[in-house]
């Protein structure tokens, strides 16, 4: 099957920065999107940024200008640079990618454990 690790999660203090970091491993023969998602306490599940296979790149409007999605095609990671962080950014953040598997002719969607980001002073 496949995983996906992810890593780079922690506290840091209003106007910080972290770098979250996702590798995915397993029978992969291609993976198309791959993204962050972020969950704050009582809170729905909500995108945080993506990127394509080509380097296309979508970012919630609330992140735009302070994060960076970037990822690795020859080493299958995905990672997140997070700048001028605010207390609003503290949530579960999880990786996401859309993996097509060896032998299959269909995509699906997986998810990382998931990590957590405090943002605080």
């Known amino acids: 099957q496949v995983q996906l690790v992810e890593s780079g999660g922690g506290l840091v203090q209003p106007g910080g920065s972290l770098r979250l970091s996702c590798a995915a491993s397993?029978?992969?023969?291609?993976?198309?999107?791959m993204g962050w998602y972020r969950q704050a306490p009582g809170k729905q599940r909500e995108l945080v940024a993506v990127i394509t296979s080509g380097g296309g790149t979508n970012y919630a409007e609330s992140v735009k200008g302070r994060f960076t999605i970037s990822r690795d095609n020859a080493k299958s990671t995905v990672s997140l640079q997070m700048n001028s962080l605010k207390p609003e950014d503290t949530a579960v953040y999880y990786c996401?990618?859309?993996?097509?598997?060896?032998?299959?002719?269909?995509?699906?969607?997986?998810w990382g454990q998931g990590t957590q980001v405090t943002v605080s002073s």
């Open positions: 397993g029978s992969i023969f291609s993976i198309n999107a």
């Open positions: 996401y990618a859309n993996i097509r598997l060896v032998g299959n002719l269909r995509s699906l969607s997986y």
